[in-house]
């Protein structure tokens, strides 16, 4: 079983960065895409970004140009730093990986907060 710790999450001012990680228990290798999904109060959930294991990045557009995706596959984490944060941006993160398989696993979410 595919396990998932975020971490990072946080209270920062607008304009301010944090950089979440998500840890997996196993090798990445055997992940085709990971990725950080957020779901802020009374809406969906929806794709923030995804990294292929090919390093292949995807950015929902809010996102592009402040958030980065990365993996590392030495340590087995997927981080995303995130810069420029807006009040928009406050959401539970939810880290998200997708087996060669076809099975998918999600992390329980680690909350970032932007309020002055």
């Known amino acids: 079983q595919v396990q998932l710790v975020e971490s990072g999450g946080g209270l920062v001012q607008p304009g301010g960065s944090l950089r979440l990680s998500c840890a997996a228990s196993?090798?990445?290798?055997?992940?085709?895409?990971m990725g950080w999904y957020r779901q802020a109060p009374g809406k969906q959930r929806e794709l923030v970004a995804s990294?292929?294991?090919?390093?292949?990045?995807n950015y929902v557009d809010s996102v592009k140009g402040r958030f980065t995706i990365s993996r590392d596959n030495a340590k087995n984490t997927v981080n995303l730093q995130m810069i420029s944060l807006q009040p928009e941006d406050t959401a539970v993160y939810y880290c998200?990986?997708?087996?060669?398989?076809?099975?998918?696993?999600w992390g329980r979410g680690t909350q970032v907060t932007v309020s002055s």
């Open positions: 998200h990986v997708q087996t060669w398989g076809g099975s998918i696993h």
């Open positions: 196993g090798s990445i290798s055997s992940f085709i895409v």
């Open positions: 990294i292929t294991s090919g390093s292949r990045t």
